[in-house]
């Protein structure tokens, strides 16, 4: 009899844990920007398994591809900038997210270069600037630090260019001023003429990426979006505790060595626990991200790039946290 018992419970058990992954996997775009390694590492290490849940790191370059896919059902989650899941909810063929988790933010990877004789931002009055525009995170950044001092796009004569080629016609001391990322950032200091006007670590939380979900998806598997915060966590506590191992199975994922990870990860935060309970913070005290995604509605509407400027509150539920 209790060999038969024995039996049994083994039978339940398998039953139960095989119905733990019996749903369809979760799938989560992202590009390979090291701010979603974290990611990465929780599949490697299992964190996601111990969660009971199964997930794939589906990597789509290009946020605008990422839409397609996002809209088409072909993902569920869907990682990208605050600024950029604000365009993907009210553009012409609008997609109802959620952004559920913040993942990282700039922290002096990004910047502005300029003249040495520049020497604030109000110094910018009438110059040439070099930056993406249009939208995308420097854009929405650039424009961010130009309201914080009373000043517009056209104060400026903007040259447009990719981040990478904007860094480069500074130092080859084609534009007054750029935005851009390192190394460039490292690239213009080390000219004779060049410094770093701003960084984004004197900006925090403005260019932050974070994780979104369909409402409807998140009402049918709620439970499992809290599992994947859960692994995340873990994910970042782990990469905080064990930086060598977690570098190395993180530049993986971005295609680095190691040692350009570690290096490179220094003007990135990631956002634990206590940051993004800090970031959400409450629907009766709200944190930063609903005024950097209400600022993002307002911005890309005013430049007439959407069509109907959505709420901020309509964008974000910090419930799964």
């Known amino acids: 009899m209790k060999k038969k018992w024995t039996i049994g419970i083994v ?5 139960f844990c095989g119905s733990a992954f019996s749903a369809e996997p979760i799938k989560l775009a992202m590009s390979t920007w090291l701010g979603y390694a974290p990611l990465y590492l929780a599949k490697e290490k299992g ?30 989650g869907f990682c990208t900038t605050v600024d950029t899941h604000v365009m993907t909810a009210a553009a012409e063929n609008p997609i109802p997210l959620k952004q559920v988790l913040a993942l990282d933010d700039s922290h002096g990877g990004d910047g502005m270069v300029s003249k040495k004789e520049i020497k604030t931002i109000k110094d910018l009055k009438g110059k040439t600037v070099a930056a993406q525009l ?3 995170a420097s854009y929405f950044w650039l424009n ?42 490292s690239r213009a200091k080390a000219t004779p003429f060049g410094h770093v006007l701003l960084s984004s670590d004197k900006t925090p939380g403005i260019i932050v ?11 049918k598997r709620g439970g499992d979006v809290k599992k994947i915060v859960a ?7 782990f990469a905080a505790d064990n930086p060598q191992e977690a ?12 040692e350009e990870f570690t290096k490179e990860k220094i ?23 609903y005024k950097v995604t209400q600022r993002a509605a307002d911005l890309w509407s005013e430049l007439k790039l959407i069509k109907k400027k959505p709420k901020a509150a309509d964008l974000i539920d910090g419930s799964f946290l």
């Open 231 to 237: 692994a995340w966590n873990e994910a970042v506590k």
């Open 247 to 258: 570098d190395a199975i993180m530049a993986k994922f971005t295609g680095q060595k190691p």
């Open 11 to 15: 039978a339940l058990l398998f039953l």
């Open 267 to 289: 003007g990135v935060r990631f956002y634990g626990e206590k940051e993004n309970k800090e970031y959400f913070g409450t629907v009766k005290t709200p944190g930063l991200l």
């Open 144 to 185: 961010y630090v130009l309201s914080q001092n009373g000043m517009k796009l056209s104060d400026l004569k903007t040259i447009d260019m990719k981040a990478g080629d904007a860094g480069s016609a500074f130092v080859a001391g084609k534009v007054d001023a750029a935005v851009t990322w390192e190394p460039w950032l």
């Open 47 to 76: 964190f996601f398994q111990k969660q009971g849940i199964e997930v794939e790191v589906v990597v789509i370059e290009s946020p605008a591809d990422r839409r397609v896919a996002f809209a088409a059902d072909k993902i569920q």
């Open 209 to 219: 990426d974070s994780l979104a979900f369909k409402p409807d998806f998140l009402k």
């Open 134 to 136: 249009g939208a995308g």
